[in-house]
């Protein structure tokens, strides 16, 4: 798998969506899995991903509305030109930045990932993007840091969500430094090797594979370095619920549902559903990172 720096001149003759056409390509092959040479970047599944359709019309985005298909119907109104992310608190190099200095030198590479959500079901994702650690070096993080926040957009005029405020806006979350900085945690700006579509977070999201999907926060605005735990929307607004932490783990069921097992999208209604599995698969990478929690207790 071919990776490139977002400033290397290269970028823009082997394109991202040359790049997954020939993993596609490799997918649905006959005999896909023998080809020579590496067929995944690393950190992919080798699962053949979701289709784009099913990825981009089933999904939350509450600032458009709480139909999975809302986001869809409603985001093409969202502005994302020009587009800046402030970045604040325990840092060197505090300030605005826009879109173009946030991926500067950054390497652009496509990960294949799982993509689990907290209502039990599943989608695998190509996501494109680099990982958050880049962009935190780039900036310094200063000593006391211990904690990442981040916010999502809120323009009531585009957002109709937002204007009848379904949830309270705008939406954070937050991660402890070690889950930012490790090498999953991807800030992912397309997916299908293209730019992210507007319903699904452009134009630039979090994506931390081994949680729960409502920790993979859309369309950043800010990040902010802090020294203790952020507050985050769902675990303010139902704490018996929604833990800061939101580790797929299928032995702590939802209050509500079983979390033992999820349904694949786009395998139809009547599939069998698939185990959910610890870390949603990503136990050998991530495990390390709770040694010694109470995983019940610390959800």
């Given amino acids: 798998m071919r990776r490139f720096r977002s400033d290397d001149p290269r970028w823009s003759d082997v394109t991202p969506k040359s790049l997954f056409l020939s993993r596609r390509a490799v997918l649905s092959g006959v005999g896909a899995f023998a080809v020579a040479g590496p067929a995944f970047a690393r950190y992919s599944v080798d699962e053949a991903p979701t289709s784009l359709e099913a990825i981009t019309s089933y ?16 985001a093409g109104a969202m502005t994302i030109d020009p587009w800046s992310v402030k970045i604040d608190g325990l840092v060197e190099k505090p300030g605005t930045y826009d879109l173009a200095d946030v991926t500067k030198g950054q390497t652009i590479e496509e990960r294949i990932y799982r993509f689990r959500c907290v209502e039990a079901w599943s989608m695998i994702v190509p996501w494109m993007g680099f990982e958050l650690s880049g962009l935190l070096n780039r900036v310094g993080v200063l000593p006391g ?12 005029e585009e957002m109709p969500g937002v204007r009848k405020m379904n949830l309270d806006y705008p939406y954070v979350e937050g991660l402890r430094l070690d889950e930012a900085m490790h090498p999953l945690t991807l800030m992912a700006t397309g997916l299908y090797g293209e730019p992210m579509p507007k319903q699904n977070g452009a134009p630039i999201r979090l994506v931390v594979p081994w949680k729960y999907g409502f920790k993979s926060i859309k369309s950043i605005v800010r990040i902010s370095l802090m020294d203790r735990e952020p507050p985050t ?11 800061f932490y939101a580790n797929v783990n299928p032995q702590v069921d939802h209050p509500r549902w079983s979390q033992a097992s999820e349904r694949r999208i786009g395998e139809g209604l009547f599939a069998k559903r698939r185990d959910t599995l610890m870390f949603n698969g990503y136990a050998d990478e991530v495990a390390g990172l709770y040694a010694g929690m109470d995983l019940a207790r610390f959800y």
């Fill in 233 to 243: 929307t769902w675990n303010m607004l139902q704490p018996q619920e929604y833990g």
């Fill in 59 to 74: 999904n939350n985005f509450y600032e458009f509305g709480f139909g999975k298909e809302d986001p869809k119907r409603h």
């Fill in 145 to 156: 840091a211990k904690y990442v926040a981040f916010e999502t957009l809120a323009r009531p």
